[in-house]
Each structure stands twice: as C-alpha cells, then as structure tokens.
C-alpha cells in the first residue's frame, strides 16, 4: 500500500512538466511564424490608388478634361522602385500625348505630390451621355522583382441638349402678300443628351398670321445627333407691306435629369412685292336681262410691284357670259390705271339686282417671272321697261301696222268706188 502512495506524486509531476513543454513549444513556433509573416510582407512593396478627380464632372463631349490620380506606397520598410502608370481608354475617351508616366522611386513617407499624375483626356465631340471605363496599370520593382497592379474607373460623359434650328421646305418658297404658305422647321439636337417631351411654338408679327391648328406641336423624344420637325400654315395679310418679318420659335423640353429648359430661335421671312389689281365699273348704268351690253371697267394696280405684259378677261359668272374677249396692256406700274371694255351678255332668266362677274390677270413681274391673279366686281341687273320691250318687237309692230295701212286702204278704195257709182246712176 505504501507503494502505491509513493508513486502518485510522481506522475503528476511528470505529467506537469510535459504540458508546460508543450506550451513553451507553441508560444515558440507562434513567435516564428509571426515573425515570418513580418519578414514575408517587407519583401513585398505595394502601391495603391488612393483616390483620382476629373477636372470636369461630367465631362462634355468635344471637351479636353484632366484626370489626376494619386498613389500611395504602403509598406514602412520598402519602396516602390521605377514606378510606371500606363492608362487604357476607349471611345469616346482618348489619351492626349504619352499613356504610360513614369514616377521614379515612391515611398511611405513621400509627399502625396510625388505620387500624382495627371493625364490629358480628349472627349468626342459625339459621345452621347454615359459611364465609360478606363483601365489604370502600375508597374514598379523592388531587389530585382517586378510587380503590378490595375484599376478599372468610371468615368461620367455627359452634356446638356443643344438645339439648332432651321428652315428646310417653304411652300410656296417665295411668299407674297395675301399669300398662304407651309413653312417646315428643323430642330436638331446637337447635344449629347436625349430630350423628352419637346414642344414647339411658333408666333409671328402683326402682318403674317400662324394658323391657330398648328400654332402649337410636339415633337416627342429627340436622340442626340437626332432631329424633329414642325410644319406651320402662316398666311400674309393682303395689306401687309413687303419686308423682313421675324417668326420667333419657341422650343421646350425636359432633359435626361427631368429639368425643363426651352431655347428660342428666330427665322426672317422675306415678304417680296407683287402686284396687285382692283376693278371699277366706270358708268353705272344698269345691264339689262337678255341683251348683250358695253361694259368699260378701270383697272387699277394696287400692289407694290410694276406688272408687263398684262392680260385682261372676264370670268363669266352667271347670270354673265362674254365672247371670250382679252384685253392687253404693255405695263401698270404701282397706282397707275388702265380703262378697258367689255360685251358682257345677261342671261334671260338673270335676277334683277347686284350680282357678281369675275375677272382675271395674267403678268409678269419686273423680273419675268409669271402670275395669275383674279377677283369679282359688282354689276347692276335690271328688267327692261315697257318701251325697252315694245322696242324689242319693233317689226312685229310695223307689219301689224303696215297690214292696217293695206286694210284701211282697201276699204277707202271701196268707199270711193261705190261713190262714184252712185253718182253714176
């Protein structure tokens, strides 16, 4: 029993010396692999991109911008050797001069200017709106190792619509006045932005009237580099003067941000001289129902322009009808006037009172160019008088008389006759 006893206390202390071994051994092989770890990550430099900034944000299309970016080495106890920074682009961004600077030696402690670099960034003048890519390798070395490393960033391109307008159809292309016209404006976005919404307006002077239908249009969704256009029915005022009137378009929209924002452009519309005519009954007599009558009319030029070579008709309008006559006249220049006459026939069964005859005008302006031009003036119809009508059976009246002649002097010859007769006896 004793024996037993004796040898308890032993294998505890065997055992405790054993666990305290085991302990000492791992904080040992700890304590190595740290400092391993340690020697491991000082063989390795590293360089990082700490941040970049763009000169402009976002950077518009047909602009030059710079990107700067900054690097840092991290490491305490080594630098970065031959440091290179080489930049990748692609459309619609390009690299103005070298793509590949050189940085010589970066370490921990350098200044942050040492680390900057900054690159000269084209930007297409086409680009439409969007994030691009640009890819950012570094190479540097340390005791003869090389290493490298590569950043994606993400460049913002964009730029607000940008309009210009223009006059592409007029119809007719030269507008006089009293004259009625299609006139189509293009709106072309130069812009690198899509609009939406886009509406125009079109307003004009006093003179020339935008018809009240298509005043106002919309144009929709405008791509960049895209176009929408607006045809507006204007018609000059008979009375305005020729000359230069401005039309002022007004354009609206709402760009890819929802901002709304309106741009105006102005368009002169050139209203070119003519001439123009009016007509005058000189006598005012009456024309009578069923008879054929003399009409001298005075035409007078009342626009702005001298016509040549003038040709003068009647457009017969019932209850009016002609033989087809023309009249012609060399030249009227503004405000001059010219008398010319007419056979113009009523009809039997024509209504008493004002009614309308036409006429119409061809000539040549003073450059050659032709014209037709027409209107209606006023005649007086009336019924004929009794006379008028006994006048009109004149013959009928005269062999009604001439047989009464014969009749009466037949029954005087009798008379006579049967006279002397009686005388006789």
Known sequence: MKSTKQTRPKEKTESKKQNRFSLSFLAVFALLACLASVSFASLSPQV?????????????????????????????????????????????????????????????????????????LPVEPLAQTGTYQVSVSTTYEHSFSKFSDSNILNLRVGGAPSFTASVVASNPIDIYPGDSAAVTILFQNNGSSTVESARVRLDAPEGIEVKWAGKE???????????????????????????????????????????????????????????????????????????????????????????????????????????????????????????????????KDGTPGQQLCGYIVNFEDSQGKKFSTSDDFALTVRTKTFGEMVLDYWYIAAVVGFILVIMILRRLMRLVRGFFARKKE
């Open 48 to 120: 990082q991109l700490q941040n970049y900034s763009l000169s402009e944000v976002p950077a518009q299309p047909g602009h030059v911008v710079n990107l700067t970016l900054h690097f840092k080495s991290i490491e305490w106890d080594y630098c970065a050797d031959n440091l290179a920074v080489q930049l990748v682009t692609s459309y619609p961004l390009s690299i103005q001069g070298p793509d590949t600077q050189y940085l010589g030696s970066l370490c921990l402690r350098d200044p942050d200017s040492k680390g900057t670099v900054s690159f000269l």
């Open 217 to 347: 249009q919309e144009l929709g969704q405008i791509p960049p580099r895209g176009s929408a256009s607006a045809t507006f029915s204007i018609e000059a005022a008979k009375s305005a003067w020729p000359g230069i009137y401005n039309l002022h378009a007004t354009l609206d929209y709402a760009s890819e941000d929802k901002t709304s924002s309106e741009q105006s452009f102005d368009f002169a519309l050139p209203l070119k001289t003519k001439a123009d005519f009016s007509v005058v009954v000189q006598n005012t007599t009456s024309l009578v129902v069923n008879s054929d009558n003399l009409v001298a009319i005075t035409l007078k030029n009342t626009g702005t322009d001298t016509a040549k070579r003038l040709k003068v008709s009647i457009q017969p309008i019932f209850p009016f009808s002609t033989d087809g006559t023309v009249r012609y006249a060399d030249s009227l220049a503004p405000g001059a006037e010219e008398n010319l006459t007419f056979l113009i026939h009523v009809d």
